[in-house]
């Protein structure tokens, strides 16, 4: 490619762009990554990884409740929430810093500015500088969404504006259902905060696994959390010192803090995606094929910009499989089928594979194994909480096609679960895994029916 500048020119810093330009750079091309704010992206600055950290904060407080019910007499304690953001500020600032390392060792050059395509071949930099690549990757993510204007939405803040606020909100409401909604709400309220959740449908976590949520929703308002469904934000008041949020329901609710957690956006503006030919697909992503390609034949894109699955760990394989494809001489198409998540709610949330309802969409026979129970730790700290663990079995194959657990640990149990869902485990395969007791994972294996096999309607 002796008549570009560079082999690769990468259009985001972030998770997926970053993996993508390193493996192509180990394969021998010459590389550009353009980062117009900081290396990281979403997940490492912005999203997943201070998120955990002030999960891990929120967590403290019920810790030390706990405690006392196995013996420990835990003196007075308070918290200081310009102590916890300046920390979690330097950990940002390390791992950004451990990004732009690794970039450099493996010989990428990094430019910290905005890139836009004017071509197939061509990126524009801010500066003026055009850069001639051979093929160009997008990988831009995506942004907070405030959904359709309403009165008073300038005085709303994202999760974004979240990690940065210079206090603790004495009161907060938070608009949306899903991850991160919920995840601020547990965060907020182990904090100290009073906590109003607004999601405009039935229930929150919509997608997910219907007991999950149901339980879900019963934990987070029984450690206080207000949780209003069926209605959203219409208005925004500013009333001096406070706010007052007006719900389509009527109510009116005061407010400290008022948090957008909609959903996100594919970065796609200003782009010059039009321009190149690339087009974008019916989920407001950029259109891609199995290998990340677009429609553009040297143009491609990985990661939250095409709004397939958006978790940072599908990013990255996205980034490795394209720089193998492309560069490694291995046309390699990522799997998106069976990807575990976790949602860092109180209680936290792991899954992997199909819900119920799909479930049953989709097989001729669905077996469903269910199991709800006090966790050990709650005998003695008395805490009102409670476990629940599912999995989801074809009926006539009689493999384990879903697990959904919902309790302490979880994120952990689902990770270690997918490898079986993945392989494509049977029942019988987890009844013969000999339980480790005392856990509460042991009950992934010792688990008995809990409801009828059920026929879908018209199979045989």
Known sequence: MAQYDVDLFVIGGGSGGVRAARIAAEHGARVMVAEEYRLGGTCVIRG?????????????????????????????????????????????????????????????KVVKTRAEIEDAHTVRLASGERVRAGYILIATGATPSFGDPIRGLEH??????????????????????????????????????????????????????DDLRQHLRVEMEAHGIRVLTGCKVVGIEHAGTHYL??????????????????????????????????????????????????????????????????????????????ADTVFGGRATAVDHTNVPTAVFSDPEIGTVGLTEAQARARLARTDIYKAMFKPMKATLSGRA?????????????????????????????AQIAAIAVKMGATKADFDATIALHPTAAEELVTMRKRSASYAREGAE
């Open 385 to 413: 909480t409670s476990v629940l663990m599912k999995l989801v079995v074809d009926g006539l194959s009689e493999r384990v096609v879903g697990v959904h657990v919902i309790g302490e640990g979880a994120a952990e149990m």
């Open 156 to 209: 709303a803040i994202s999760s974004n504006d979240a990690f940065h606020l210079t206090e603790l909100p004495r009161r907060v409401l938070i608009q949306g259902g899903g991850y991160i909604a919920v995840e601020f709400a547990g965060i907020f309220a182990g904090l100290g905060s009073h906590v109003t959740l607004v999601y405009r449908g039935e229930n929150i976590l919509r997608g997910f696994d």
């Open 245 to 322: 949020v007006e719900l389509s329901s009527g109510n009116h609710v005061p407010a400290d803090r008022v948090m957008f957690a909609t959903g996100r956006k594919p970065n796609v503006a200003k782009l010059g995606l039009s321009q190149a030919g690339v087009q974008i697909a019916a989920n407001g992503g950029i259109a891609v094929d199995e290998y990340s390609r677009t429609t553009v034949g040297n143009i491609y894109a990985v990661g939250d910009v095409t709004n397939r699955i958006n978790l940072t760990p599908v990013a990255i394989r996205e980034g490795h499989a394209f």
């Open 48 to 108: 997943c990884v201070p998120k955990k950290l002030l999960v891990y904060s929120s967590r403290f407080r019920a810790e030390f409740e706990d405690a006392v019910g196995y013996g420990w007499t835990v003196s007075q304690t308070s918290f200081d929430w310009p102590t916890l953001i300046a920390n979690k500020d330097r950990e940002i600032a390390r791992l950004e810093a451990a990004y732009d390392a690794t970039l450099t060792k493996a010989g990428v």
